[in-house]
């Protein structure tokens, strides 16, 4: 029998996926008259901001770095409440630390003063192009993101009328191209190219209209949320309940209900159907179109741009704590190995597993004492690897990879963590795959390079399917808990306000 747990007279809508995307989904609608239904297939809240606990150390599994904190304000504001009475977010000092392969670091943030001293302090001549770069990237930020990203981008004409303000921009040139039009250093090339990487993007590849970023942090900050990314989530999720929006986990969505070509509902693995007014994924989808709707019920280019579409890479995650401390590691360090342009090749085009890599390392204990007992440390490591269209055997490969990064780390920047670290254990591309359906283990969805952002990019409109919507990293306007959360003020043009039947 349908399972059905609308009761009121409010235009029902499923919201299906609880990302950050769907959560900003969910709660828009709900603030626009829906009654509202929230599923996903994982045990809590947050899609792939889930929390780990593990022998007495705490993980946050997704995004750590928390930029343009007033999109979160907005959504409390939607009820008349304030995030700040939820969560505290704090800033850490600095917001990231580089570290390069010859030992030199490189910190960013928190304050501008900060970092034009340590660009001083290793490339001097370079302080007039970085100021040079943060206006160019303001004049991004003020078309791309402040006025576009929470724009529909269904019309193609809507999309032609963007063109000029594209090429004035030079969105054609590269991230890397972008940034060394303005830096000479290399080693502040890699560290203000580096941020395409947190959304899926190489930075040789990905349009320059992701330069903004640079812009976004120094006018937003970098922001940590006290308790971890899991406790924004936490906080979102005691708003839901507040308001009165249905929540159902470990429950997965086998398909999207049709009526010809009009979408009415879900049906769940178990056969079980939900019927709603409208229905708003927050999956991946590649893998909606893919696997969710029948090709009959698609546009042309829906189904082109899920067969043709090209996948971010993949990301080999390993959690640990640790039987020490690092005092001297920060919260957030990007490890760079020696190789750059040549290594995200490997990565992106050929595929390959190679034997040397960069990181992303996590350390919150730095901020948040809570993470770890007392007197030890934890934290995440993140690998960029190849998708799973590179078929490495991740059995085989991960306990490899991380031999390597722990032996590379212990002979760096954590001297003595090859005996203590503990409590260890990995994501790898399959584990993306399974836990999320991301198609090929994508850690991103669709790679943010110009021919697939904004019109290239699928469309927050169901395409070809009435009723149906996209929020997440896979649609407009792409990645990233900015992007995501974005993709949910999109609705707000084109799905009209709830009216109540009497």
Same mark, same amino acid.
């Given at each position: 029998?349908?399972?059905?747990?609308?009761?009121?007279?409010?235009?029902?809508?499923?919201?299906?996926?609880?990302?950050?995307?769907?959560?900003?989904?969910?709660?828009?609608?709900?603030?626009?008259?829906?009654?509202?239904?929230?599923?996903?297939?994982?045990?809590?809240?947050?899609?792939?901001?889930?929390?780990?606990?593990?022998?007495?150390?705490?993980?946050?599994?997704?995004?750590?770095?928390?930029?343009?904190?007033?999109?979160?304000?907005?959504?409390?504001?939607?009820?008349?409440?304030?995030?700040?009475?939820?969560?505290?977010?704090?800033?850490?000092?600095?917001?990231?630390?580089?570290?390069?392969?010859?030992?030199?670091?490189?910190?960013?943030?928190?304050?501008?003063?900060?970092?034009?001293?340590?660009?001083?302090?290793?490339?001097?001549?370079?302080?007039?192009?970085?100021?040079?770069?943060?206006?160019?990237?303001?004049?991004?930020?003020?078309?791309?993101?402040?006025?576009?990203?929470?724009?529909?981008?269904?019309?193609?004409?809507?999309?032609?009328?963007?063109?000029?303000?594209?090429?004035?921009?030079?969105?054609?040139?590269?991230?890397?191209?972008?940034?060394?039009?303005?830096?000479?250093?290399?080693?502040?090339?890699?560290?203000?190219?580096?941020?395409?990487?947190?959304?899926?993007?190489?930075?040789?590849?990905?349009?320059?209209?992701?330069?903004?970023?640079?812009?976004?942090?120094?006018?937003?900050?970098?922001?940590?949320?006290?308790?971890?990314?899991?406790?924004?989530?936490?906080?979102?999720?005691?708003?839901?309940?507040?308001?009165?929006?249905?929540?159902?986990?470990?429950?997965?969505?086998?398909?999207?209900?049709?009526?010809?070509?009009?979408?009415?509902?879900?049906?769940?693995?178990?056969?079980?159907?939900?019927?709603?007014?409208?229905?708003?994924?927050?999956?991946?989808?590649?893998?909606?179109?893919?696997?969710?709707?029948?090709?009959?019920?698609?546009?042309?280019?829906?189904?082109?741009?899920?067969?043709?579409?090209?996948?971010?890479?993949?990301?080999?995650?390993?959690?640990?704590?640790?039987?020490?401390?690092?005092?001297?590691?920060?919260?957030?360090?990007?490890?760079?190995?020696?190789?750059?342009?040549?290594?995200?090749?490997?990565?992106?085009?050929?595929?390959?597993? &190679?034997? #040397?890599? +960069?990181?992303?390392?996590?350390?919150? =204990?730095?901020?948040?004492?809570? %993470? /770890?007992?007392?007197?030890? !440390?934890?934290?995440?490591?993140?690998?960029?690897?190849?998708?799973?269209?590179?078929?490495?055997?991740?059995?085989?490969?991960?306990?490899?990879?991380?031999?390597?990064?722990?032996? &590379?780390? #212990?002979? +760096?920047?954590?001297?003595?963590?090859? =005996?203590?670290?503990?409590?260890? %254990? /990995?994501?790898?591309?399959? !584990?993306?795959?399974?836990?999320?359906?991301?198609?090929?283990?994508?850690?991103?969805?669709?790679?943010?390079?110009?021919?697939?952002?904004?019109?290239?990019?699928?469309?927050?409109?169901?395409?070809?399917?009435?009723?149906?919507?996209?929020?997440?990293?896979?649609?407009?306007?792409?990645?990233?808990?900015?992007?995501?959360?974005?993709?949910?003020?999109?609705?707000?043009?084109?799905?009209?306000?709830?009216?109540?039947?009497?």
């Amino acid at each position: 029998m349908p399972r059905d747990t609308f009761e009121s007279n409010r235009p029902r809508a499923i919201v299906a996926g609880a990302g950050f995307g769907g959560i900003a989904a969910a709660l828009r609608l709900k603030a626009r008259g829906y009654d509202v239904h929230l599923i996903d297939r994982c045990s809590r809240l947050g899609g792939r901001g889930q929390v780990f606990e593990h022998e007495g150390f705490r993980h946050d599994a997704g995004p750590t770095v928390l930029t343009a904190p007033h999109l979160f304000e907005e959504l409390f504001a939607l009820f008349d409440k304030r995030l700040g009475d939820y969560v505290t977010l704090v800033e850490p000092d600095p917001w990231y630390r580089f570290y390069f392969h010859d030992g030199e670091t490189f910190d960013y943030g928190p304050t501008e003063a900060a970092t034009e001293a340590e660009i001083a302090r290793l490339s001097p001549g370079d302080i007039a192009g970085y100021r040079r770069m943060g206006a160019w990237s303001k004049k991004i930020y003020d078309i791309g993101f402040q006025r576009l990203s929470t724009t529909p981008f269904h019309s193609i004409g809507f999309m032609l009328r963007q063109i000029p303000h594209l090429v004035r921009l030079r969105s054609y040139e590269s991230v890397w191209s972008m940034v060394s039009r303005f830096l000479k250093d290399d080693r502040l090339r890699r560290a203000f190219s580096i941020q395409p990487l947190l959304v899926g993007g190489n930075p040789f590849d990905t349009t320059a209209i992701y330069g903004m970023i640079n812009h976004l942090e120094r006018t937003h900050g970098i922001w940590f949320a006290m308790g971890g990314t899991g406790a924004l989530v936490d906080a979102l999720e005691k708003l839901m309940v507040e308001e009165g929006i249905t929540i159902t986990l470990d429950t997965t969505i086998d398909r999207i209900k049709l009526d010809g070509t009009r979408a009415t509902g879900v049906v769940l693995a178990d056969g079980a159907a939900i019927d709603a007014d409208l229905v708003v994924s927050n999956m991946d989808p590649v893998h909606v179109y893919r696997q969710m709707l029948p090709a009959s019920a698609q546009s042309t280019v829906a189904k082109l741009r899920a067969k043709k579409s090209k996948l971010s890479m993949g990301l080999y995650v390993l959690f640990f704590g640790a039987n020490k401390q690092w005092p001297d590691v920060a919260h957030h360090t990007v490890w760079f190995g020696e190789r750059y342009k040549e290594l995200l090749s490997d990565i992106f085009h050929k595929k390959i597993l &190679a034997e #040397d890599f +960069s990181l992303y390392v996590h350390r919150p =204990t730095a901020t948040d004492p809570s %993470f /770890a007992p007392e007197g030890k !440390d934890s934290f995440y490591v993140l690998c960029p690897v190849p998708n799973l269209g590179g078929g490495q055997d991740w059995s085989v490969e991960g306990p490899k990879l991380r031999d390597r990064i722990v032996a &590379a780390l #212990d002979a +760096s920047m954590m001297p003595g963590l090859a =005996t203590s670290i503990t409590a260890e %254990f /990995a994501m790898t591309p399959e !584990d993306f795959k399974s836990d999320y359906l991301s198609v090929d283990g994508a850690g991103f969805s669709l790679s943010p390079f110009f021919t697939q952002s904004a019109w290239f990019r699928f469309h927050n409109q169901g395409e070809g399917v009435q009723n149906l919507y996209f929020v997440g990293a896979g649609t407009h306007p792409g990645a990233g808990l900015p992007g995501v959360v974005s993709s949910a003020k999109v609705l707000d043009m084109i799905i009209p306000a709830a009216t109540v039947t009497p």
